[in-house]
């Protein structure tokens, strides 16, 4: 039984045709059920939202510099002061609203002993931000 001929003594062809129309008609339908489906994907929740106002961001805090070179000897912001000078200025800096961040910079030949008690200065003095500065390794 040959397709697409009613006449059996014809010669058998091969068919070269693609009937495209079950596909075209697929496609429109499917084009169709997404038109109208559209909505329904997109659709939110309409809500009246409260009004409030947040506050305002704060300003950046301040950084204040302790340096410690190799004898034991402290600067403030690049100011040589003594231990008890250091500590009345962590004080001060702690009473602030927004607190510094204290960078804490000592030389490699430092006493522990002496980065120790500046840390334990300011943390008694109730400064809570305090960073270690370094220079980066280099790349050999």
Same mark, same amino acid.
């Given at each position: 039984m040959a397709f697409g001929a009613f006449n059996h003594?014809?010669?058998?062809? +091969? /068919?070269?045709? #693609?009937?495209? $129309?079950? /596909?075209?008609?697929? /496609?429109?339908?499917?084009?169709? #059920? @997404? #038109?109208?489906?559209?909505?329904? @994907? $997109?659709? +939110?929740?309409?809500?009246?939202?409260?009004? +409030?106002?947040?506050?305002?961001?704060?300003q950046p805090a301040a950084t204040v510099t302790v340096a410690i070179d190799g004898a034991g000897k402290m600067y403030w912001n690049n100011e040589a002061v003594t231990q008890a000078v250091l500590e009345q200025r962590l004080a001060e800096a702690a009473r602030l609203e927004v607190q510094p961040e204290l960078q804490l910079r000592a030389d490699k030949d430092t006493r522990y002993e002496i980065v120790a008690q500046v840390m334990a200065a300011a943390q008694t003095r109730g400064l809570s931000k305090m960073g270690f500065v370094t220079d980066p390794k280099e790349n050999k």
């Open positions: 003594h014809r010669q058998k062809e +091969a /068919m070269s045709d #693609i009937n495209v $129309t079950p /596909m075209v008609d697929v /496609m429109l339908v499917l084009l169709v #059920i @997404f #038109i109208l489906g559209a909505p329904a @994907f $997109t659709s +939110a929740v309409k809500l009246d939202l409260p009004k +409030a106002q947040a506050a305002q961001p704060q």
